[in-house]
């Protein structure tokens, strides 16, 4: 039997086990969140067995453990920079500054290349030209005055016909070939160059400006229609020198026209042969032609002129007398005789035959003047 009451003495070895058991069961009971691995001590080696001392019988302390290594922590995300709203205003001014100077730039070369490249000869102003277009002229007539001018294109052509005025509106027939009698004779002015359209466009919107309702409604009156009125108004314009001759002319066609007697006009045989200054010979004033009023009856076809107002006016408003002739005064003042009766007209037409014999076959000079 053993006897307790002397003290034991553990070995070495003993002592190591025991401390390491005491590691591992401080180890078990830390957290595993806190818990560091720390390498173990390679085993002692025991000496070979020396018996004790009193000194070193005492407990050999555990040796000291090394202190926890901690892992850092790991670095925060840096927050991102905050997002720029735009550029301060010293950068917008520098940009600003930048592009006048490549304004400035572009404009200076653009200069020194217009200053020396040979500049535009400026256009020269339009010519006004004065168009004067006289009373009782016929198409042909205006279109030279037209050319003259220095117009362009045909007059003549442009005269035919047009969208703002169409004669039958006046009661003028469908075979109607042209727009005789509605170009108003007037001063025109127009630029050197204009078509020769335009003047017709301006003749006839100044004839429609002066030839309207009050026109139409006397036409109707005197049992005509307006374009036989213009037509009338035409031969008047023709006829007549004198303005106090218009309206007597006037009631010697209507009073012709109502009798159905031939007018007997030869300016209207001179339209058709467009010839104003020969004396007409024989064979002429026997011509078949619409125009010919010492053969046909009636009005001829078309006007034989461009009427102005006086004119229009003496046709919507004849002289209220009985003529149905007259012939040119012997005089030579360029006025005529009018008469009721035949045997008057022909004693008035021998003494202006007479006038003529007398000077070479020329008329008189007028000795009023």
């Not at 003993?14 to 591992?24: I, L, P, Y």
């Not at 047009?162 to 509106?169: E, I, M, Q």
Request: charged share 20%.
């Amino acid at each position: 039997m053993s006897d307790r009451s002397q003290p034991s003495v553990r070995t070495d070895e003993e002592r190591e086990r025991d401390r390491a058991e005491r590691e591992r069961r401080r180890a078990a009971s830390q957290p595993v969140s806190e818990a560091v691995e720390a390498p173990l001590p390679p085993p002692a080696v025991a000496p070979p067995a020396v018996p004790p001392t009193a000194s070193e019988t005492q407990e050999i302390p555990p040796p000291a453990i090394p202190a926890q290594t901690v892992a850092p922590a790991p670095p925060q995300a840096q927050p991102p920079p905050p997002l720029r709203r735009g550029r301060s205003w010293p950068v917008r001014v520098l940009a600003v500054l930048a592009l006048l100077l490549v304004a400035g730039a572009v404009w200076l070369a653009v200069d020194r290349l217009t200053t020396h490249t040979t500049a535009p000869k400026p256009l020269a102003a339009p010519v006004v030209v004065r168009v004067l277009i006289p009373e009782g002229e016929t198409r042909r007539q205006i279109a030279a005055r037209a050319h003259a001018a220095g117009l362009t294109g045909s007059y003549l052509t442009a005269s035919k016909r047009s969208s703002l005025l169409n004669p039958a509106h006046y009661g003028a027939p469908a075979s109607t070939p042209d727009l005789e009698g509605f170009l108003f004779p007037a001063t025109y002015d127009l630029y050197r160059g204009d078509p020769a359209g335009r003047l017709v466009h301006e003749q006839l919107l100044a004839f429609t400006e002066r030839f309207g309702d009050a026109e139409i409604r006397r036409a109707r009156e005197l049992h005509v229609t307006p374009y036989q009125l213009l037509i009338v108004a035409s031969m008047i314009e023709r006829e007549a020198q004198l303005p106090g001759d218009r309206a007597k002319v006037a009631a010697v066609v209507y009073n012709r026209l109502r009798l159905n007697m031939a007018l007997g006009i030869d300016a209207t045989l001179r339209y058709a042969l467009n010839d104003y200054t020969k004396p007409l010979t024989a064979a002429q004033l026997a011509l078949d032609s619409p125009y010919n009023t010492r053969r046909r009856r009636g009005l001829p076809p078309t006007p034989i002129s461009n009427p102005g107002l006086a004119a229009i006016a003496a046709a919507a408003h004849p002289a209220h007398a009985g003529y149905l002739y007259y012939v040119a005064a012997a005089d030579g003042c360029g006025g005529l005789v009018f008469s009721n009766g035949e045997a008057q007209f022909e004693h008035d037409a021998a003494a202006y035959r007479e006038a003529l014999a007398s000077g070479g076959g020329r008329v008189p000079t007028c000795r009023k003047r």
